[in-house]
């Protein structure tokens, strides 16, 4: 079968979206096509979040007229990042051949692409000429990538120009939309009452994130949370900065590894040799990434104080000991130590600390782990400062 791969967000799903399934598959004969909303992450724009669950309904009643139309939710399933190359691999079988449709703007990136060999050698991409990017644009940036193995085709079908952020502004102000949606979809935002409500703030964006966590890990979040704020009052921090942190500290923890070394990777984190080796900081790391990408949070306190928040490190500011702290002594954290990590956290930030990275040290050395320099720097950091005491 010749199967054709059409990714985006479909937030929501239009109609000029089908009608171009229908324009490409008339005009290179395909039996299929596949469409894959992307999971939320890394959506730019949070502020009209609606979620994989909803975007991935709409998607299937406005594709249910025709057969033809395939609705997957692939990259859904996968969460966080999800790399065209791992859906590409997914989804190609020996019998079938895989098209890839890709926006004329995307096309002259192709090259950036998470390993765009093995996209060219798997698939043909067709791409649709569109505002600055027309044919001769294409065709010269074609001529670029053809070393490197692609197969490009264009399509001569014109384009629609509805667009899902005007859509979501026409939402908001109760417009009729029966020229843009599928009924169905429409019916479906009614009932859901999606996209009417104003601009989400942060938090609740944050929050409908941690919500989607275990909930173990969720509760843990929100004790953090609430711990970090406390600490914060306490020592001085950044209330709002120590409650976010706090919140976001784990969100990445339930990714598997293979995710969130990529997340790590797409940030520029190059990993020490004993950062690779310890799978249980990478969700640190990988988190001080997420929160830029997914949330656009560009403060590096906040970064850094989530980066650190396992480990610790020499030199950390204010929120950074307010955040690792929080994490050992927040309300659902029942080890034996933790009521001697309490009193130590209220006499001062650094006893508790001292006490913390004592404890966390000593329990690794004893199993034979490893312990990572950082934590070492702050803890050599805090003797030396109390011995010149
Ligand atoms: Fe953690
Ligand atoms: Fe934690």
């Not at 409500?197 to 989607?212: A, G, I, R, S």
Request: glycine letters at 4%; one cysteine or more.
């Amino acid at each position: 079968m010749r199967k054709a791969i059409y990714g985006g967000s479909f937030n929501p799903i239009h109609l000029d979206h089908i009608a171009l399934c229908r324009q490409i598959k008339n005009e290179f004969s395909l039996d299929r096509v596949i469409l894959i909303p992307t999971s939320t992450t890394p959506l730019k724009d949070n502020s009209y979040l609606v979620s994989d669950e909803h975007r991935l309904n709409m998607c299937r009643l406005a594709a249910a007229d025709d057969d033809f139309i395939e609705v997957s939710d692939i990259e859904i399933q996968r969460k966080g990042f999800s790399y065209t190359s791992d859906t590409i691999a997914q989804l190609k079988t020996d019998e079938d051949e895989l098209f890839l449709i890709v926006g004329a703007d995307m096309f002259m990136t192709l090259e950036k692409w998470h390993e765009f060999e093995y996209i060219f050698e798997n698939v043909t991409i067709l791409t649709i000429p569109r505002g600055e990017y027309d044919i001769n644009i294409l065709q010269k940036k074609y001529n670029e990538l053809k070393p490197y193995g692609c197969q490009a085709q264009f399509s001569l079908s014109p384009v629609g120009s509805l667009s899902s952020t005007v859509i979501r502004e026409k939402l908001k102000r109760g417009e009729d939309l029966s020229d843009s949606l599928h009924p169905d979809v429409i019916k479906y935002i009614k009932k859901n009452q999606l996209y009417c409500q104003e601009t989400m703030n942060n938090k609740d964006v944050y929050l409908q994130e941690v919500n989607k966590l275990s909930d173990y890990r969720r509760i843990h979040s929100l004790n953090v949370s609430n711990e970090a704020v406390r600490l914060a009052k306490k020592y001085g921090a950044d209330v709002e900065k120590a409650e976010i942190a706090g919140l976001l500290h784990d969100i990445t923890k339930e990714m598997d590894n293979e995710t969130q070394l990529k997340i790590i990777e797409n940030g520029g984190i190059m990993l020490s040799a004993v950062e690779k080796a310890s799978p249980q900081l990478y969700h640190a790391m990988s988190a001080s990434v997420y929160v830029k990408t997914c949330f656009g949070i560009d403060d590096e306190d906040i970064r850094n104080a989530i980066r650190y928040h396992t480990t610790a490190r020499a030199n950390m500011s204010l929120l950074e000991k307010v955040i690792f702290l929080a994490d050992f002594t927040s309300a659902d954290r029942k080890f034996d130590d933790i009521d001697v990590i309490r009193e130590k956290a209220n006499i001062s930030l650094e006893d508790g600390m001292l006490y913390a990275l004592q404890f966390t040290i000593s329990r690794i050395a004893k199993r034979g782990g490893l312990i990572s320099p950082d934590a070492l720097n702050a803890y050599n950091e805090i003797v030396l400062k109390k011995s010149a005491e």
